[in-house]
């Protein structure tokens, strides 16, 4: 038998993401068909901002996709006809990122440092010794003398920046060559860039995939000299940390409202059609649930599943697993605490849609109330479930921080911002300061969110009827 | 009127049967005693004579709904559903798994924990009210574009980095004020000023920027076209009818958390170590203390549905329109 080196290993998270894309892609397929979606999209797409925020929101899809691909890897040195497969989950960041991921000091480094944070004693040569901070086993390790490294750095971000800025005109000529109408001398194409002319901002585009393309280079070439967010108390390289981060963040704020989705719509459309005793037995239940402060009620549930997983280590193989599991599990958890409100918005939606006359009609030409409440009601709340769909993600990815600070968000094993955060907290008060996890896990989460706001607002603005001009 | 909070007290009770039912399944049902009693006893290699002993001793050892061993309505009486559970409708919440006792805990912790989010919450109002008023009279300008701009960049912040920055920069750089701790009496203020300042700036994004569009949706109406029209000045209109008409969202929207103001802030006070409520139940998830934890969601179910009723009779007395039916 002919064995691979590798083992396809698909994590329920992983299985639930492509669900998730494959209804994205159906769903834009269905808009691209109807005249009445497109019209909104083509609202969101002529903001500068929200188109800007788009570029930076795919950035991060990128790598949380890349990060969801997994595999075991074969075990070293063993029988190619038996073969073993080890026993640690890998996807195909950590792949992309073994240089970052292997280089481990022993402790804690500040951004950019050769010398480590804390003071060892030395051995010289001749026998002497003395307290200082040795140099890292990785960190600026290229480097004979410590005083070469500014002139390094800036010599690396230089290469790294021209690189980025000729990869960056590729995509302009590029640009520009299919954008450019036909007989239209090349320069005026470039002035309408410029200017901004034309329904769409290609230009906010443009620069926007430019900064990012510059300081995605940067990153990457400078990581691979140096540690460039620092390393943490066991010495992981702290961009690395960030980098796995962003899946976490990405399937919070899009697997919760993924499961809930279902639940909230067909029982806010259901209580808001049926009404009487379906819409008292589903307005009972939401309102007992939403009584729980949602943060009590994830804790009381979170405790439990810790309970099971604690006595029940048999049915996890790896701790990629059962982190995967607790992943899933807040996700559902979260989502039973968050359905509530959009199914009371549904429900009064529905409550006035049932009454409109194509509804009555379609009842009256004998529709079942099944095909009136998916054919006529669902379409026509489609918009207040793609608001709350956007407006929910940055409050998700937010949420995750304060939980995981409370001790019932992910596994504390698995990287996640609100993690690096809680670690932060202790090493604030050390002294000299380390603040560079704070610092990575800040400017991670703060880009997403903030552009998720921006791309929501667009999406709130072209989508909610009464905002409608 | 009297009628119709009776009413509404009466609806609440079907509620708090859910919250009970529901939070005795997670606890008792998902998660046997016998479970509990592992996790506190720590690892796999517990002997059945520790955890019954453990159950002896927290009181535990008992059937989840019937006992058949006890006569009369011991059968009922002597069960875990009705110690644990039914009694906490008279607020009799047991004791702790260390063996405190849990209201005696709450009555002493509720006063640090509305010494804090009180003020957050009285002088938040006064500050997004104040930002959102000046950018609805700003509106379209520059002032108000970079106000909406700055509201959004707030709001994409988490809570923790105004906690963690706050600190950084007020009491380690600027030595203003200790970093942490309470103390009781007026010794406690210096220990409140920083978590209070936290408190409401970190709410000033989301909330600033929900009142402008309450504002601004006043300002557009015919009335204020007529105040106008007599001849009143802006800042007239302004204080004298659009506040007042946006003051009816913004009140209904806030009431609702007035009585959850006693269990005060999660993060705040954990963060500051001032011993309220908050830090109650975190340090209870951390230690996995189910009796408090158990406690405090009934405590916070309690006093949302009471904050749900408040803001009903809110409604009609603030707008006049609104008829209770």
Redesign the interface.
């Known amino acids: 038998m002919n064995s691979m080196p590798f083992q396809p290993e698909i994590l329920w998270t992983d299985f639930l993401i492509f669900v998730l894309i494959g209804s994205f892609l159906v769903f834009i397929v269905y808009t691209l068909r109807h005249e009445h979606l497109r019209v909104p999209w083509r609202q969101v797409a002529r903001r500068p901002m929200a188109m800007a925020s788009m570029v930076i929101l795919l950035a991060y899809v990128a790598v949380g996709l890349m990060d969801s691909i997994h595999f075991r890897p074969l075990q070293e040195g063993q029988n190619p006809e038996a073969p073993v497969y080890s026993n640690e989950v890998l996807s195909l960041l950590d792949k992309a990122a073994m240089p970052l991921r292997a280089r481990t000091e022993k402790t804690y480094s500040a951004p950019f440092a050769m010398q480590a944070y804390s003071k060892e004693t030395v051995e010289y040569p001749d026998g002497g010794h003395a307290r200082e901070n040795p140099r890292l086993l990785y960190g600026g390790a290229h480097l004979q003398d410590p005083s070469e490294r500014a002139a390094d750095i800036v010599r690396r971000a230089g290469t790294a920046t021209l690189a980025a800025l000729g990869l960056w005109s590729l995509l302009v000529v590029g640009f520009l060559l299919s954008w450019r109408q036909s007989h239209e001398p090349l320069m005026q194409t470039v002035r309408r860039l410029v200017r901004g002319k034309g329904e769409f901002p290609w230009r906010a585009v443009l620069i926007t995939s430019g900064i990012l393309i510059i300081l995605v280079l940067n990153a990457v070439y400078l990581s691979l000299y140096y540690h460039i967010f620092g390393t943490d108390q066991v010495g992981q390289d702290v961009f690395y940390k960030s980098l796995k981060s962003i899946r976490t963040g990405l399937v919070i704020g899009t697997l919760t409202t993924l499961v809930m989705l279902p639940f909230a719509a067909l029982f806010g459309i259901m209580a808001g059609y049926f009404r009487g005793w379906v819409d008292d037995v589903i307005q ?2 939401y ?3 939403s ?3 949602s ?3 994830i ?3 979170i ?2 599943l ?3 997983i ?2 029940h ?1 048999e049915s996890f193989t790896s701790a990629t697993e059962r982190a995967d599991i607790r992943l899933l599990f807040l996700c559902l958890i979260l989502g039973v605490t968050s359905w509530t409100s959009l199914c009371r918005l549904l429900r009064g939606e529905t409550l006035k849609l049932r009454e409109v006359d194509y509804i009555q009609a379609a009842r009256a030409l004998g529709a079942s109330h099944l095909s009136v409440m998916a054919r006529h009601i669902l379409p026509n709340v489609m918009h207040i479930i793609l608001i709350a769909v956007v407006l929910d993600f ?1 409050g998700l990815v ?1 949420a995750e ?2 939980l995981s ?4 968000g992910v596994d504390p094993t698995m990287d996640s ?1 609100g993690n690096m ?1 809680v670690s ?2 202790l090493e ?1 008060a050390r002294e000299p300061l380390v603040w560079w996890s ?1 610092a990575a896990a ?1 400017v991670f ?2 880009s997403l ?2 552009a998720a ?2 791309f929501s ?1 667009a999406v709130r603005d072209a989508f909610d009827p009464r905002l409608r001009k | 009127m009297i009628g119709y909070i009776i009413r509404r007290l009466l609806y609440a009770i079907p509620i708090l049967i859910g919250v009970n039912l529901l939070t005795f399944t997670l606890f008792f049902f998902v998660n046997s005693p016998d479970d509990m009693a592992r996790i506190h006893l720590g690892g796999k290699r517990v002997t059945p004579e520790a955890i019954v002993k453990w159950k002896d001793d927290h009181g535990y050892n008992k059937p989840l709904l019937y006992n058949s061993g006890r006569p009369g309505t011991g059968k009922i009486t002597d069960t875990i559903f009705y110690r644990y559970s039914v009694r906490l409708f008279v607020f009799d919440f047991g004791s702790s798994d260390q063996g405190r006792d849990i209201r005696n805990d709450i009555s002493q912790r509720m006063w640090p924990s509305l010494a804090i989010a009180l003020p957050v919450f009285l002088v938040g109002i006064l500050v997004h009210i104040t930002f959102a008023m000046l950018l609805a009279f700003f509106r379209g300008s520059y002032l108000d574009t970079s106000g909406v701009v700055l509201c959004v960049i707030m709001m994409s912040i988490s809570s923790l980095f105004y906690v963690i920055g706050g600190q950084y920069l007020i009491s380690m750089l600027l030595r203003l004020v200790p970093i942490s701790g309470y103390d009781l009496g007026f010794e406690a203020v210096k220990f409140l000023i920083l978590p209070i300042i936290v408190g409401v700036v970190g709410g000033i994004g989301a909330s600033t920027r929900l009142y402008r569009t309450f504002f601004l949706e006043e300002i557009n109406k015919d009335y204020v076209r007529t105040a106008r029209a007599k001849g009143l000045s802006e800042l007239r209109v302004l204080f004298r009818h659009v506040l007042k008409n946006a003051m009816i969202p913004i009140l209904t929207g806030v009431v609702v958390v007035i009585p959850l103001l006693f269990t005060g802030s999660l993060i705040l006070e954990s963060f500051f170590a001032i011993p309220g409520l908050g830090s109650y139940t975190i340090d209870a998830i951390h230690s996995q203390d189910f009796a408090i934890v158990r406690a405090m969601v009934f405590l916070g179910s309690v006093l949302y549905i009471t904050g749900l009723i408040l803001t009903d009779i809110t409604y009609t007395l603030v707008d006049p329109r609104v008829r209770l039916e």
């Open positions: 009972y239940v309102t007992t649930l009584s729980i402060p943060v009590l009620l804790a009381a549930a405790l439990t810790q309970a099971y604690a006595t280590p940055s937010l921080a304060v600070y409370v001790g019932v911002w955060i932060a907290r604030m704070l800040f989460m703060f969110v903030l706001n921006l607002d």
